[in-house]
């Protein structure tokens, strides 16, 4: 069993990887675009916000300016798919591929960078994730948000009715990288380092994180759907410690990818299961 600093541990990743969730929601859900460049875009809110944090600057300025350069990062995926008409998956995966030299090279060249902070606590940590679900789900109920939600839903319907369908899809991205930037960022301010390979298996654990929000609260409010990513990052987290600090299962660390696989696949079977009854 896991002890209850183990179970706070969790809670606070988990909300943490839950800003990362609402941004492949964003993608995956809102706006329909099967996005890859999460695990580029997640490793260069990391870099950005520890080398920041190195010169010397604020750790609040570090997570906004980690942010900026996420929303870059997928406006350079829609760059390469709007305007170059390359593939939405290619794209994805060519600026995930191009951001391990950049994030390199923010690094100073070194694959990963130690840094002393102040770790955010459970209580600031609730509050800012809670804060951007919050402006986020506001976004998306708006005019604004409608216009978005539209591009997921319906593009033909949404051209028609005047939205601009490449200006919406770019907005789209970017505020989807920035946000799981964001979240890249607030994780290495809570480790206190930044690793170059830390982005690998994002978007498995992005998923499987939506999936189990979905499982827990099906529910059609738009609300409920954005706070739900994040319950669903928290639970994932909490199964995740379980697993692994089960004795009758006997697995480690580095069965971590193993674990989120089969408990993707269990989520989806069992939910097909109960959608056939």
């Known amino acids: 069993m896991i002890s209850i600093n183990e179970l706070i541990m969790s809670t606070e990743i988990g909300l943490i990887y839950g800003l ?17 460049t999460c695990d580029g875009s997640i490793v260069l809110g990391a ?25 870059m990062a997928g406006g350079f995926t829609g760059f390469l798919n709007l ?5 939405n998956i290619l794209s994805g995966i060519l ?5 391990y030299s950049i994030n390199l090279k923010i ?11 102040t770790c955010p606590t459970l209580t600031s940590l609730l509050l800012i994730t809670f804060i951007i679900a919050a402006i986020l789900g506001y976004i998306l109920n708006t005019d604004f948000g409608l216009a978005i939600r539209s591009i997921g839903q319906n593009q033909r319907l949404g051209a028609l009715m005047g939205v601009n369908i490449t200006a919406f899809t770019l907005v789209g991205l970017m505020l989807s990288n920035g946000l799981i930037a964001l979240g890249g ?16 298996g994002t978007l498995i654990m992005g998923l499987a994180s939506i999936i189990i929000g979905e499982r827990l609260l099906p529910f059609r409010s738009l609300w409920i759907k954005v706070f739900a990513c994040i319950a669903g ?12 600090h089960s004795d009758a299962i ?25 959608a056939s009854c």
């Not at 990362?20 to 890859?36: E, K, W």
């Not at 600026?95 to 951001?99: D, K, Q």
């Not at 690094?107 to 902070?117: C, S």
């Open 95 to 99: 600026t995930a591929f191009m951001l």
């Open 233 to 244: 990052s928290i639970i994932y987290r909490i199964l995740i410690n379980i697993a692994l």
């Open 250 to 274: 006997g697995l480690q660390t580095q069965d971590l990818n193993l674990i989120t696989g089969a408990l993707v696949i269990g989520i989806m079977l069992i939910s097909k299961q109960r």
């Open 83 to 87: 305007k170059l008409k390359i593939t």
């Open 107 to 117: 690094m100073g060249g070194i694959p990963n960078i130690t840094f002393i902070t």
């Open 185 to 200: 960022a607030l994780f290495s301010q809570y480790q206190g380092f930044a690793d170059i390979n830390s982005g690998l």
């Open 47 to 71: 870099a950005t916000s520890s080398t920041l944090l190195l010169k010397g600057f604020s750790p609040l300025t570090a997570l906004v300016i980690a942010f900026m350069a996420g929303t």
């Open 20 to 36: 990362v969730a609402l941004g492949i929601f964003m993608t995956f859900r809102i706006i329909d675009f099967p996005d890859l």
